[in-house]
């Protein structure tokens, strides 16, 4: 029987490889990385303290059916993320919510006082079409310039009004103190890790897995299909020019006489150094050892990719690149980065489900 081929071994590309292998399909999995889950990878540290080496994984859902798939490869963790913003000196809630404001103007409002204040200081915008227009519309110019401008600006080198409004719209306005950052009705985190998560999905007798294996270097017609999960316009040769990915360099540092760094999962940074957020590993794992593991991410243009950029024009020449792609008789785009959406882990999930049923 011949065999597929699947390129990349993050979400998208090992959910393929299990779905076709429990098809009855023999399938290859190939990454160019010496390792197997993508940027979800994660493993100990050197002082035995789990860390994402590729910046903070935090998975929720509020699909059962996408849940109850990764069940079957791993235990959870509950796990509720928070995140503070370091703002005017103080650390405040983000999602802004009632505390937030409270806070930060030293006032006692209730929700209903929390709401009125949203509705006084909110400017209305129609339509809603980029990221500033999601902020403005919803807390207003002064609380869009403390929380948002300036992380927009860091995270992805352009201002909030030439972003769509889909990256702002991850965040909401809440009227109540929920500090959670996600308030899906799954959150949990894979209570030995996404890496061994990964292990079990790739764990059958169908799948062949080739580390450190660039695409290029096979001979495609070994194949009878290719799911492939790479960027979609180095698929084609960045014929069509390059779409915009955006990178992040990651600074990692333990602690060793800190048992704690900070009392939440995420600290935000909007408007100071040139990271964006500082993340402490422990609180994301639960584990219970001496000294603290931390991440700073610095965002940049150049290197691996990580975010597509979701704006017009590169919405317009990913449309050009998916024609070609359609056209491409027995290989399937899936994934954050081949389908150049902002996608969560579930929804890559729920992407690769999808792609092989
Ligand atoms: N954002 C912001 N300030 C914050 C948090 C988020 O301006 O304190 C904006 C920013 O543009 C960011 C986007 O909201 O890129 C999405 O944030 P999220 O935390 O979902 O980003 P991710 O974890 O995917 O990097």
Known sequence: MTETLVVGAGFAGAVCAERLASQGRKVRIIDRRPHIAGNAYDEFDDNGVLIHRYGPHIFHTNAKRIFEYLSRFTHWRFYEHRVLAEVRGKRLPIPINRTTLNGLYGLDLDEAGAAAFFEQVRTPRSPIVSSEDVVLNSVGPELCELFF?????????????????????????????????????????PADGFTAMFRNILDHPNITVELGVEFESLDRRAFDRIFYTGPIDGYFGYRL??????????EHEHLPDTDQAQPVGTVNYPNAHDFTRITEFKHLSGQKVKGTSIVREYPCAEGEPYYPVPRPENEALFRQYKALADAERDVVFVGRLAQ??????????????????
């Open 241 to 250: 020019g390059r779409l915009p990915y955006r990178s992040l360099r990651f």
């Open 149 to 189: 401008r300036g992380y927009t600006r860091k995270q992805w080198g352009l201002d909030l009004s030439q972003l769509s409004a889909g990256v702002a719209a991850r965040i909401p306005t809440r009227t109540n103190d929920d500090d959670r950052y996600f308030t899906d009705s799954f959150q949990f985190m």
């Open 340 to 357: 150049y959406r902002y996608y969560n882990m579930d929804q890559v999930v729920g992407a690769a489900l999808g792609a092989t049923e």
